[in-house]
């Protein structure tokens, strides 16, 4: 049966997933990265990982059909469907310093490492010294110098992926708050996610400002 969830502007979202279903997220109005996080289970040392990934498949673009990897190299989820065709799997989730740092802005609340690390620990998960996504629906381009540029994300309303889960597990998402850069449109809106399971889903919707009285830890690598 088909469960659907609303991941407002800002926020985070986690869910207990399992394995084999599918996972359609869904930009409703266009421009709006998604930063997503899964974690193992049955051994949440296990994450996905984005540098896995990009070293398994021998590129920084994932295609149709092709696997997110954790950081143990085992496939935790397989992209199945993709109208858009353009995602990231460079770039950490923004924070708090970041913004001082790029925008010289103090937001100590609305950005993806706050909300996701407040979705995980829902979970128990606790929180890492950072979170490494898989960023649906931004728009990275490498330059044949080296250089880096953030565009606009190319999806449009309506657009969306599909991940099948590969194994059982904890995922969460950020309906990334960066206004203030082209990469997410400098706008941030809604997010949906429909998933596809004969089980019922449990899930969480939460602020960036709930992971304020988290305490930070680094995550030992698999």
């Keep these: 049966m088909k469960q659907t969830f609303t991941i407002p502007a800002k926020h985070g979202f986690s869910a207990r ?6 996972l359609r997220l869904i930009d409703v109005e266009g421009e709006q990265i998604g930063d997503f996080v899964a974690y193992n289970v049955q051994d949440t040392e296990e994450r996905l990982d984005p540098i896995a990934t990009r070293d398994a498949l021998e590129t920084t673009q994932i295609r149709k059909g092709q696997v997110i990897y954790s950081n143990k190299y085992v496939p935790m989820l397989t992209l199945v469907e993709d109208t858009v065709e353009k995602h990231d799997l460079l770039s950490p989730a923004c924070r708090p310093e970041m913004y001082k740092l790029l925008y010289e802005k103090d937001i100590p609340y609305e950005n993806c490492y706050m909300n996701l690390s407040a979705a995980l620990a829902k979970f128990g998960i606790e929180k890492p010294g950072q979170h490494y996504p898989f960023n649906i ?5 490498l330059h044949e110098d080296g250089s880096v540029e953030f565009k606009r994300p190319k999806s449009k309303a309506g657009d969306y992926v ?8 904890f995922i969460a998402i950020s309906a990334c708050p960066n206004e203030q850069s082209m990469g997410n449109g400098c706008h941030s809106t809604d997010l949906c996610l429909e998933i596809d399971a004969e089980q019922s889903i449990t899930s969480y919707v939460v602020s960036g400002k709930e992971a304020d009285e988290l305490e930070p830890r680094l995550v030992r690598g698999g």
């Design 17 to 22: 997933v399992y394995k084999g279903n599918l």
């Design 137 to 141: 629906f931004m728009n990275t381009v």
């Design 162 to 169: 599909v991940l099948r889960a590969e194994m059982d597990l």
